[in-house]
């Protein structure tokens, strides 16, 4: 994802963080999940990517809702 987008696409990086996290490499996780909270265009997003960050930081994959 990062080679692809040359590290500059937000929703790549969000992604790679994720997977990152899920396969519990965490530091790594956080590494690409602050570069995406950098990269953050609006106010929605950032809040997004900071709760993202926020769990990997505690050793927790991202999970999406069961609907």
């Known amino acids: ?4 987008t040359d590290g500059r696409e937000f929703y ?8 990152l996290a899920e ?17 953050a265009e609006s106010g929605e997003a950032r809040a ?3 709760a993202h960050l926020s769990l990997y930081q505690n050793h927790q ?3 999406d809702p069961k609907p």
């Open 48 to 50: 997004r990517a900071q």
């Open 12 to 19: 790549a990086l969000e992604a790679l963080a994720a997977a």
């Open 61 to 63: 994959p991202r999970r």
């Open 23 to 39: 396969l519990e490499r965490f530091e790594q996780a956080i590494a690409e999940q602050t570069k995406a909270l950098s990269l």
């Open 1 to 4: 994802a990062r080679s692809l």
